[in-house]
């Protein structure tokens, strides 16, 4: 049996040369990757929709990095009412990370 990985480029292939060094037999075939949006309608509706969540599950660095990339530019903040779930230890703490220096700097 083999372990598909379906993580973009380039930390598909990293978790994939982690996974068969330790002998645990894998492959990688990226599914998705993350860009910018540069639709400024679209963008405003989910910045609407993110300050009126009650809980954000967040999946990954980039959507992390481009969401707070967004807010940043827009003088906006990470929501404070909001529970926040990350999946994957890393991915909790680049959260973290970003929610603290905006409230906590």
């Known amino acids: 049996m083999k372990i598909l990985v379906i993580r973009p480029s380039p930390t598909g292939e990293e978790l994939v ?9 894998s492959w990688h075939f990226s599914l998705f990757d993350f860009y910018p949006s540069f639709s400024p309608i679209s963008l405003s509706k989910k910045i609407n929709e993110l300050y ?14 481009y969401t707070n990339l967004y807010l940043k530019s827009n003088n906006l903040q990470w929501p404070l009412h909001a529970k926040y779930y990350a999946i994957g230890k890393s991915t909790a703490l680049f959260l973290f990370n970003y929610i603290k220096k905006n409230y906590f700097s």
């Open 17 to 25: 040369y982690n996974l068969n060094k330790i002998g645990i037999s």
């Open 52 to 65: 009126q969540s009650k809980v954000i599950l967040v999946f990954s660095k980039k959507a992390i990095y």
